[in-house]
Each structure stands twice: as C-alpha cells, then as structure tokens.
Nanobody, 124 residues
Framework: QVLRVESGGGLVQAGDSLRRSCVAS????????MGWFRQAPGKEREFVAA????????TYADTVEVRFTISRDNAKNTVYLQMNSLNPEDTAVYYC?????????????????WGQGTQVTVSS
C-alpha cells in the first residue's frame, strides 16, 4: 500500500474545522485497518484514531474523542479525518497508516504502511 495524504490548507485558527484525506493505491484497501497519528515538535508520535476494515468499528484517543471523526470510503480507497473545534494543542504533523493485523490498534507498531505526513498548525 502506498498512502498519499493531502497537503495545503493546514494553517487554521482555534475553533476552526479541517478535514484531511488519505488515498491508498492498490486493489486491497478494504483488507487493511486504517489509523491516524500525529507528532508535535519535541514529542513522540501519538495515536489519534483508527477504523476497522469495513468501517464498522472506530476508536479514538481521549484527547480528540467527540471533536474528531474518522471514516473511510472503500470504493474510493480513502480514509478521512474530520477535525472540529481545533485548538493549539492539536498542532502537529499528521500521518495516516494502514495495518494488516486483525482488529484496530493504537500501537503504531501494528501499522505496516505510512503516508508522508501533513502539517496542521492551529493558532490562538
């Protein structure tokens, strides 16, 4: 799987909303669970959200639950991250990832393929 994350439009103000898309190549997109991760300067990469192969199950980090929504469209080989009520603590480089393991996981070691990352900056 080759993952391509949309770029641009990543500078927003606190309270704004933003949607990120990640498009996967290949014919087996529906065989992978998908996840979103982020990494802020000086911090380790952290889990944001994950979704199962069919889209029937999702899980979120406590810091983003309610505000963020992960979804997928298997017909378009695309996973989305809808981010609402953004605050400066959400400033980070965001990555999408694909994992062949059964189930959904917050551990980045469970994901075999990674996108290039996209900067999201939230000003106050």
């Amino acid at each position: 799987q080759v993952l391509r994350v949309e770029s641009g439009g990543g500078l927003v103000q606190a309270g704004d909303s933003l949607r990120r898309s990640c498009v996967a190549s290949g014919r087996t997109f529906s065989s992978y669970a998908m996840g979103w991760f982020r990494q802020a300067p000086g911090k380790e990469r952290e889990f944001v959200a994950a979704i199962s192969r069919s889209g029937g199950s999702t899980t979120y980090a406590d810091t983003v639950e309610v505000r963020f929504t992960i979804s997928r469209d298997n017909a378009k080989n695309t996973v989305y991250l809808q981010m609402n009520s953004l605050n400066p603590e959400d400033t980070a480089v965001y990555y999408c990832a694909a994992g062949p393991a059964l189930g959904i996981y917050a551990d980045p070691r469970k994901y075999a393929y990674w996108g290039q990352g996209t900067q999201v900056t939230v000003s106050s």
